[in-house]
């Protein structure tokens, strides 16, 4: 851990963000060349935890820069709320569809341009039950060169330090099977499986 500093972000994160989001979104590996748009992914995956007025946000710096995060928000329901009302709106006028096909680099890319375009609220609660018990989510990613130092470890604490004070029961998050690397890690960090899919899984952790 020498040499890193976990502190909570500020706006002048946002650059950082979406360029490690980027470069850990193929899987936890880099998708760098998955994306036409470089800014697609982290437009979805990151940039809007740090605007999220409750958003949960703390950086982990390395060589005087951040190279890992964790991103929370403590109530998924009034997140997609706020992301159908605030964020997205803005997104779905600058990404009108349809995107031209031939500009669009690969699956994950489409999914994105989609996502964007996807109705978020109101929840239904029909397919995800556990939402009620485990009501936050996040996401974790650091760069290859922060990983395997105990840095995944102390921002996952840092994160259920604060839930446990703002009285939150638990957390739950999406993972792809094809992640072997960060289902260990949420299995080491006391995650259960909730729900299987084909593609993955949500796992949940209750905070105490
Ligand atoms: C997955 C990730 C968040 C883990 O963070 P990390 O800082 O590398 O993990 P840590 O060093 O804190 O490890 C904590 C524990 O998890 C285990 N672990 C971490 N990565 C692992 C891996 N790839 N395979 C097996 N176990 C792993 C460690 O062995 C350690 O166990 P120990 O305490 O018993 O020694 C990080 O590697 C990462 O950002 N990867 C790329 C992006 C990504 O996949 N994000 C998740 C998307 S769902």
Redesign the pocket.
Known sequence: MEEVHIRRAVLPDIPYLYDICLK?GNE?KDATSLFFDPYAIGHYYAAPYLLYPDGICFVAEYGYRPQ?YIIAAPDTIAFHKWMEEQWLPVLRIRYQLPFPAALIRSENEKRIIELFHKCQFPVDMSYQPWLADYPAHL????LPV?????????LIDNLFTELARQGVPGLH?N?SSA????V??YK??NFSVLVEYDWGFTMGRKVK
């Open positions: 850990t936890g890992g996401h974790i990613d650091m922060l990983q395997g130092k105990g840095v995944g470890r102390a998050l993972v992640n072997e690397g960060a260990a890690f080491k960090m």
